[in-house]
């Protein structure tokens, strides 16, 4: 995954500056601010001309709201078996997070960590390293494995992050303009599309993760004047963006109990 800042052309040749504290790790550029939280080896801020663009992430994510189709008695009961496992109850402990590089026109860094659910067997041993360019780029590249090298079944493997409310007008190029999953991608077609974050949302009788965009190869978030951030991928993507949180997804009972969280 990659992000930042549609203007990025407009920043080469720009060094960047390392400043470091107790708390944070700070890497600075002419035009932007990213901010690293050591206690836990997460990127906490984006900030671009004085302007916060997320609020909190990227984290690793193995967890969805349940759907229908996962419970079905007939073939199997999956959200069962997953909670069963703690993979909804999945604690992230943080064992390394240093600078790798540290040249005028980028900066790596990488976290290491432990995450796993309390009292229970399973264990994931993760990386994530964060690669910053002059012209505000972050590329991130994550990879991780069972600590018992056995074969585990997870609802998701994805990165989750959590951006300021006023990036509202998303675009993307994939499928579209609905949702689509793998088993149903062939209903959507192959475009640029533009809409509000909270048109997103596919309303079914029961609140489940919904929203799903498939084989996407860039997407974008701008506020009201035009800046946000990008993504994209080296390989395709999907993508789900939402105005509440999967916690609030799983606890409601109705569509209308969905909260539109800023």
Sequence with gaps: ERLYHPEHNHLKNQNLALKENNLYIKVEG??????????????????????????AGPKLSFWRAP??????????????????????????????????????NHVQLKSRYTIA????????????????YSDGEVEITSNGEF???????????????????ELENISWFGRGPGESYPDSKRAAYIDLFTKKVGELHTPYVYPQDNG???????????NRVGAGIEFYNSQEFDFTAHCYSKKDLEAAEHDCELPFRE
């Design 117 to 132: 659910p309390a009292a229970k067997d399973l264990i994931i041993k993760a990386e994530l390293k964060y690669k910053i």
């Design 30 to 55: 002419s035009k932007f601010d990213l901010y690293f939280d050591k206690g836990s080896g997460e990127l906490v801020d984006y900030i671009y001309q004085g302007k916060d663009m997320i609020n």
């Design 147 to 165: 600590a018992d090298q056995k074969e585990h079944s997870l609802p998701r493997i994805g990165l989750e992050l959590e951006l300021n409310h």
């Design 212 to 222: 799903n965009r498939s084989d996407t190869k860039w997407l974008e978030l701008k």
């Design 67 to 104: 759907i229908d189709n996962d419970n079905t008695e007939v073939t199997h009961n999956y959200t069962d078996e997953w909670k069963k496992e703690g993979i909804d109850k999945l604690r992230q402990r943080l064992d390394e997070f240093k600078v790798v590089e540290a040249e005028k």
